[in-house]
Structure formats: C-alpha cells, structure tokens
C-alpha cells in the first residue's frame, strides 16, 4: 500500500536548522511530484515547497525562500526539506504530499517547533 512516512522534525532553537525526510513507497515515486506543506495551530494548511518529478524545477513560498531547500533522491524515494535559519513562525506540522495529475497521497505529518 501507500506510504509517507516523514521524519526528522523536533524542537529548535530559532536561527537554527533541520532536514526533514519523507521516505515514499507503494508507488512509482520518481513520476511524481512532491510538496511540503504546513499547518499551524489555529491556521489553514500552507504550501511550503515543491520539486518536479525529475527534480530540476522547485517552486517556494515566499516566506521560506532563501531558507528553505526541497530536494528528491528518486533512486532513495526520498524526499527533503532542509530548514535553515528557522523562525517561530516556522513552527507547524510538516506534511509531504505526492502528486501525479489528479492523484494526492499525504503522509501523517511531523512536528516542528521553534523554540528558545
């Protein structure tokens, strides 16, 4: 069946740093593309990043340019999210999302808090 399974998120000092990891299976993974969203207490889930199937084309929101990177390792069905120079605003659950045409797969989400 279908997996996500994203780890690697934590408790963080502001202007510190975190790679998170979404390890992907029961699908052909490398004909997708993959998203980071985020969801904070109280708020709509956000887009935060995403990667083409092939991985040449990323896209970011506005808030996290400049500190964000998505990057895929197709040969690994992995997929990541290094966060640099993290803020408190940064904190929320971070979900990956597959995407091929119409269909979505999600993973259950994994926590970050930015914290001193």
């Known amino acids: 069946q279908v997996q996500l399974v994203e780890s690697g998120g934590g408790l963080v000092q502001p202007g510190g740093s975190l790679r998170l990891s979404c390890a992907a299976s029961?699908?052909?993974?490398?004909?997708?593309?993959m998203s980071w969203y985020r969801q904070a207490p109280g708020k709509e889930r956000e887009l935060v990043a995403t990667?083409?199937?092939?991985?040449?084309?990323?896209n970011y929101a506005d808030s996290v340019k400049g500190r964000f990177t998505i990057s895929r390792d197709n040969a690994k069905n992995t997929e990541y999210l290094q966060m640099n120079s993290v803020k408190p605003e940064d904190t929320a659950v971070y979900y990956c999302c597959a995407r091929w045409g119409t269909t979505y797969y999600w993973g259950q989400g994994t926590q970050v808090t930015v914290s001193s």
């Open positions: 029961g699908f052909t993974f490398s004909w997708y593309a």
């Open positions: 990667i083409t199937s092939s991985g040449r084309t990323t």
